[in-house]
């Protein structure tokens, strides 16, 4: 299975991806990876938090010690990074693994940019600057840039890949939706939004109905006993509104709330584990049963 466009997902329904949250050591990626693949699920997606793991360093391992399943990276601050230098790193997996990862950028969190002393007055021209470099030189471009934040003077990748990555924005706002639809190959959303939040995102892009255009949405999961309640509970730790549709329950149950994602414009849902990670490998699980049932589904329409 290599990475489906949009547009040819499992029965014209949303790819089903699970994220591995950086509270999970390093050492317990490569479980997780080749859990999540033998399971069936069509994704595995990282995070790049302070002060964990690099996201790219993650992103590498998670691809070596798979063999198909697509890797995300939702998402690189791009305040920690060079352009030219994300370009590279990004240029270097997508060209070893051709067709398998999903790159995603973003401004981070404000309070993290922070504390070393990489937060910028502007982070949306930063953010604009940094997608604007980063599309030409994955498509191999010589790139000539004087901003106000990336400065470029004949940056060309000498190893360019040979099909460039879609290029993905995490977003929140509505200008940040509308940079990731004005400049972005797709967006990612966390928080867990409804699916009726998620088409009023799509909407704010500009790109409602482009097969071509991505929408990632992280929608947080658990499994067992109290699997509500433990959403709930880590919801208001973090301060934001409790889910209105957490991925909980029996396979074909989770399966529906994804197919409402789907048809609310999202192209891959992402089951993200909560709580203390105790049940982050049956989450892992849970989202290669709905993936299965998905594929099986769409293969009788």
């Known amino acids: 299975m290599s990475a489906r466009a949009p547009q040819d997902g499992p029965g014209n ?7 591995v949250r950086p509270q999970q050591p390093p050492e317990a990626l490569r479980e997780h990876a080749t859990t999540a693949e033998e399971a069936g699920a069509h994704e595995l997606w990282l995070w790049e938090d302070c002060f964990w793991a690099g996201g790219l360093t993650s992103s590498a391992l998670a691809l070596a010690w798979t063999s198909r399943i697509s890797v995300g990276l939702g998402l690189m601050p791009v305040p920690l990074r060079n352009a030219a230098l994300t370009a590279m790193e990004v240029g270097a997996l997508a060209r070893a693994f051709p067709g398998r990862f999903l790159p995603g950028v973003g401004h981070g969190v404000l309070d993290w ?20 470099a980063l599309q030409p ?20 990748l000498d190893h360019p890949p040979l099909v460039a990555p879609p290029l993905l924005v995490g977003a929140r706002g ?44 992280f929608v947080p999961s658990a499994v067992g006993e109290g699997a509500r309640e433990r959403i709930d509970v880590e919801a208001d730790g973090w301060g934001n509104h409790r889910p209105a549709t957490p991925l909980v329950g029996e396979p074909d149950e989770v399966t529906a709330l994804v197919r409402a994602y789907g048809e609310a414009g999202a192209t891959s849902v992402v089951l993200q584990p909560v709580g203390d990670g105790s049940d982050a490998l049956d989450v892992v699980r849970l989202a290669g049963a709905v993936a299965r049932i998905v594929e099986h589904r769409g293969s009788d329409v």
């Open 137 to 156: 030189l994955l498509r191999g471009e010589r790139v000539d840039v004087d901003g106000r934040y990336v400065h470029l003077d004949g940056v060309q």
């Open 113 to 132: 940019m922070g504390q070393v002393g990489a937060r910028e007055a502007s982070p949306m021209t930063l953010l604009r600057e940094h997608l604007q």
């Open 13 to 19: 329904g949303p790819a089903v991806g699970v994220v």
């Open 174 to 217: 509505p200008k940040t939706l509308a940079l990731a639809g004005e400049h972005g190959d797709g967006v990612v959303l966390d928080a867990g939004p409804s699916p009726e939040e998620v088409e009023a995102s799509v909407a704010h892009t500009g790109r409602g109905g482009d097969a071509s255009f991505r929408v990632v949405v």
